[in-house]
């Protein structure tokens, strides 16, 4: 008698690798922050993907999501090559910080995403940055418009907020748009010194984490075509979301994502306190009673 063999889960469905696509593409440059939402989704067991594959995948979307924002910032990043160098100077300064704390604390930052407690709280002090950022910026008037009039105050400022950023549930895109907006510039140019300071961040980390490969392992166990789903994905929904981006800081409306930002950190430690009550408590061996 013919015995077929049992058939297997896929580790990852066109499902979950189009849900994981979007979820990158989106919250990667909403101000709801995209290493946040992953964690989630690898905490609640979106797919099957074994830890091991994790770093490669998320690689690969974050790859999809560097070539939005060169399709996208094409204009900003010409427009700083035609600046001169010291434009790329002080951009730089805004470089720095987050580089040095994800080279030597990338364990200690990867170990916040494993707790909902930090992540709620990531996701609170992203809804205050954002708050506090748009209500300052809307109070002044003096505001620059010009990437050339850039100053190395300002790159700092950006700088020092990309570092809370680098915490699952803490937004790249909301912190520095805030540091932007906290040291003076117009929305326009805070989303634009943004994405352009970031640009060698999201690079560097993919090449970073290239470099541990596992590429191999991860076209085959999840297959050509899921990987292109999410790949196309996160390519299209990060444009779609730069769009939306730009019309919201615009019309200065970040208060809308910092409200998500707090729905997503209540459900953030109902899930915490869920899973606490779920443990069994823990059995009380009975004590004897002498006579």
């Known amino acids: 008698m013919l015995i077929l063999p049992a058939m297997t889960e896929p580790v990852l469905g066109y499902g979950a690798a189009l849900v994981y696509g979007l979820i990158q593409g989106v919250a990667e440059f909403l101000p709801v922050s995209s290493s946040g939402h992953l964690a989630i989704a690898h905490l609640v067991g979106l797919g099957s993907l074994p830890e091991e594959l994790e770093l490669p995948f998320d690689v690969l979307l974050h790859a999809a999501t560097l070539i939005a924002i060169l399709v996208a910032f094409a204009p900003d990043i010409w427009r700083a090559l035609r600046c001169g160098p010291r434009v790329w100077m002080i951009l730089s300064i805004a470089v720095v910080p987050a580089g040095l704390v994800g080279l030597f604390g990338g364990d200690l930052v990867a170990a916040a995403g494993d707790s909902w407690w930090v992540m709620g709280l990531c996701y609170l002090f992203t809804a205050t940055l954002l708050v506090t950022a748009e209500r300052l910026s809307a109070a002044r008037s003096d505001?620059?418009?010009d990437l050339a009039q850039l100053t190395p105050r300002q790159a700092l400022i950006v700088g020092l907020l990309q570092i809370p950023a680098l915490l699952p549930g803490v937004s790249r895109s909301g912190s520095t748009i805030a540091g932007g907006l906290f040291g003076g510039l117009g929305p326009s140019l805070a989303v634009s010194v943004s994405f352009l300071v970031g640009l060698p961040l999201i690079a560097g980390a993919a090449a970073k984490d290239a470099l541990d490969g596992g590429f191999a392992a991860l076209l085959a166990s999840v297959g050509f075509g899921p990987l292109t789903l999410a790949f196309v994905a996160a390519l299209v929904s990060g444009l779609g979301?730069?769009?939306?981006?730009?019309?919201?800081?615009?019309?200065?409306?970040?208060?809308?994502?910092?409200?998500?930002?707090?729905?997503?950190?209540?459900?953030?430690?109902?899930?915490?306190?869920?899973?606490?009550?779920s443990e069994p408590a823990a059995s009380v061996a009975p004590t004897e009673i002498e006579d």
């Open 241 to 277: 979301a730069i769009v939306l981006l730009k019309l919201v800081v615009g019309q200065r409306r970040l208060v809308w994502f910092a409200g998500y930002c707090v729905l997503v950190a209540i459900a953030c430690f109902v899930c915490e306190v869920a899973i606490d009550h």
């Open 143 to 145: 505001q620059t418009a």
